[in-house]
């Protein structure tokens, strides 16, 4: 009997055991808005992971969420690498790639690594939030986002691993000889006083044009021409480095200088005319993997990409010189997601490459409108508003930002070091970590903000329906039939570019299960005009669905009403009538 009562207290406790440590755990922890509510995968996004790491983390979304995430190897870089994508939506209703397709990717240069934990934050937001939030689920249903959070993992990971500045390397790692000597990246930076970056030099010189400021020993300032000067003369020499190849310069000849954001195959141009070209387009494999992906999936109807830094939502035209690619139909769909992303990263500003910024030939931006007919944006990450939220405070207070909020952690103090060319000299500044890149404790922030507005632009990709059908008997057997198409967001299921040079296929609206008769779309309901398609009435084919409208096909069939009628759109998607 004893035994009995044993073995009854046990199943009890192992019943109550579980509830009460659910009870403990869900009284340390209240859900912050717009949060996962229990994450299956935890990340921490205060922080930069390697190119190691951000595929481990992708791999542990894919393996976390098997109906959401379809996980492959895109490529390999120069050095072997994978570059891996995450093609994330609900596998579980219809076919990922009949879906409208966006690309996401970061780090196209390997000192702008926001981009990285930017893809991978997003990948992350979209699985643990499905079936949670309403916005996600829906567009998982109908969406699919295909996200490659390193396109230049090499490289990022020298930037991480080795000594760098905060704007090397930008290139891959490629070698190449930018001084002509005959040699290859010989001349690269060294770490003279192993701080892990490279930092600047100073020598004391009675005839310099710097001193140091007396409010603050870090910085730097120059001499006016009229200030009397009674304090210590500096001279500044660079980048931290030596002359290893015995030239008289120091670090001209580091990781080979080509830009992998010049390599794009639209308005292509070589590198005396385009600093940074490469070969010929797409001849580096990392861009070639990228552009070979996109050409398989005909469905990209838009495209992020992230950068750093400036705090920037970019369009195209990179140069003046392709400013007619860009109508002025998708000028204003450009101009009204990029608007409303002022507003949901603050402190960014929507601009123009070519007329705000400078000109860019071959740019990834250009090459996935102009060639593949998707609207893309690339955001600048990061901007010195950040440092105090004032639009008035710019990069001035990047010093009392790095005192007051990183507690002195992004400054190397100067100190001496006895140079084998310059003699006694000091070495000091800000460390590769800081200027360009997010500090931790904004980073999340930095990362939700982007991706609420890339899941802006992915909302209005074409979202099409069959919105209503009417019938019209026409006596003897026949049965006029009229088809509303609907696509209720901002993109048409052809950009103009894609019109103009036949990216993509037409789209499709075909009625099954009935005897056609004939076929054709309706020009003006109210006055009775329409065109008529006399091959294959059937499968109407229309050139483009506008973004927020309403086009009209009809049919003339003769039977009964038992009929499916669906739209087949390449970047729109498919939509059946009900």
């Avoid at 198409?485 to 296929?505: E, G, V």
């Avoid at 009775?528 to 059937?538: D, F, L, M």
Wanted: aromatic share 12%; charged share 25%.
């Amino acid at each position: 009997m004893k035994s009995h009562k044993y073995i009854l207290q046990i199943v009890l406790l192992s019943l109550i055991f579980p509830l009460a440590l659910h009870a403990q755990k869900s009284s340390e922890i209240f859900r912050a808005a717009g949060s996962p509510h229990n994450p299956k995968v935890q990340i921490s996004f205060n922080k930069y992971y390697t190119s190691e790491g951000l595929a481990t983390l992708s791999k542990k979304i894919a393996d976390a969420y098997p109906d959401l995430v379809r996980r492959e190897s895109i490529g390999k870089s120069s050095e072997g690498r994978d570059i891996w994508m995450m093609a994330i939506t609900n596998y579980k209703v219809g076919n990922a790639d009949d879906k409208p397709g966006f690309y996401v990717d970061g780090n196209i240069h390997s000192n702008e690594i926001q981009g990285g934990e930017i893809c991978m934050y997003t990948a992350w937001y979209l699985t643990e939030n499905f079936g949670d939030m309403a916005y996600i689920t829906e567009m998982l249903n109908d969406r699919v986002f295909y996200i490659v959070p390193t396109i230049n993992p090499d490289a990022r990971n020298d930037y991480m691993k080795e000594a760098n500045t905060a704007h090397s390397p930008r290139a891959g790692m490629i070698a190449l000889d930018d001084d002509r000597d005959g040699l290859f990246d010989e001349d690269g930076y060294e770490d003279l006083d192993g701080d892990g970056s490279i930092t600047r030099m100073r020598r004391k010189n009675p005839n310099g044009n710097m001193i140091v400021d007396p409010k603050d020993p870090r910085v730097m300032i120059q001499i006016g021409p009229d200030d009397i000067v009674t304090a210590q003369r500096y001279e500044l020499l660079g980048s931290e480095g030596i002359d290893n190849d015995g030239d008289g310069r120091i670090n001209e000849d580091t990781h080979g200088y080509y830009d992998p954001n010049r390599d794009w195959g639209w308005k292509w141009q070589p590198d005396y005319i385009q600093r940074g070209a490469y070969k010929y387009p797409f001849s580096a494999p990392e861009t070639r993997a990228v552009a070979d992906f996109a050409l398989k999936h005909p469905n990209i109807a838009g495209a992020q990409s992230f950068h750093n830094s400036g705090g920037m939502i970019l369009r195209g035209p990179g140069a003046e010189e392709d400013i007619s690619t860009y109508n002025r139909q998708d000028i204003q769909i450009y101009d009204a997601i990029g608007k409303k992303g002022e507003k949901i990263i603050p402190g960014y500003r929507y601009m123009t490459v070519y007329k705000d910024l400078y000109s860019v030939f071959g740019g990834e931006l250009d090459w996935f409108y102009a060639s593949r007919g998707a609207y893309t944006f690339t955001n600048e990450i990061f901007t010195a508003f950040a440092y105090y939220k004032d639009k008035n405070g710019g990069r001035d207070q990047q010093y009392s930002f790095e005192k007051d909020l990183l507690m002195g952690d992004a400054f190397t103090p100067w100190k001496s070091f006895n140079h084998p060319t310059y003699g006694e000299i000091e070495i000091g500044g800000f460390k590769k970590n800081f200027g360009r890149a997010t500090p931790g404790f904004l980073l999340e922030e930095e990362a939700h903000r982007n991706m609420a507005f890339t899941f802006y632009h992915a909302y209005h990709m074409p979202h099409l329906s069959v919105s209503s059908v009417n019938e019209k008997k026409l006596g003897n057997g026949l049965i006029e039939v009229t088809a509303y198409i609907k696509n209720d967001r901002l993109m048409p299921t052809h950009a103009s570019q894609d019109l103009k040079y036949k990216i993509t296929r037409p789209d499709y609206i075909s009625i099954k299960g009935a005897k056609v008769i004939a076929g054709m779309i309706v020009m003006d309901e109210d006055f009775g005009v329409t065109q008529e398609q006399k091959v294959s009435p059937e499968k109407i084919v229309l050139k483009n669905i506008p973004g927020n409208s309403v086009v009209k096909v009809r049919w003339i069939i003769k039977g009964s009403s038992n009929y499916t009628i669906t739209v087949d759109s390449e970047k729109g998607g498919i939509a059946t009538s009900k």
